[in-house]
């Protein structure tokens, strides 16, 4: 397992918030992510632009790609209309809409 690595090592953990130790960790996740991605130069990911997330699909987390943002939105609202929530994230794994 890899040491978790903060760009700010100096506030020590009790000195942070909830918030601020949640938003560390998704950024450390998304740096082991885009390394994952790397190596799997074939996955969905690296060859289409965004990302829809459905995360309470019957079948499971789900994931839909497409290049364009506005189909994105568009398939983002219909799958959060039938199942709650969904969201569209680009290629460095920002979110860049959501609906719930």
Not at 42 to 47: A, C, D, E, I, M
Not at 61 to 81: F, R
């Amino acid at each position: 397992m890899d040491k978790l690595i903060f760009d700010n090592p100096s506030p020590r953990y009790d000195d942070l918030s909830t918030r601020e130790l949640l938003e560390k960790s998704l950024e450390q996740l998304k740096i082991i992510q885009r390394e994952n991605l790397k190596r799997e130069p074939n996955h969905p990911r690296n060859k289409f632009a965004y990302t829809i997330i459905v995360p309470d699909h019957p079948l499971g987390y789900h994931e839909h790609y497409t290049n364009d943002l506005k189909t994105a939105k568009k398939s983002c609202i219909e799958w959060a209309t039938d199942y709650g929530s969904a969201s569209v994230e680009n290629q460095n794994l920002d979110t860049v809409y959501a609906v719930r």
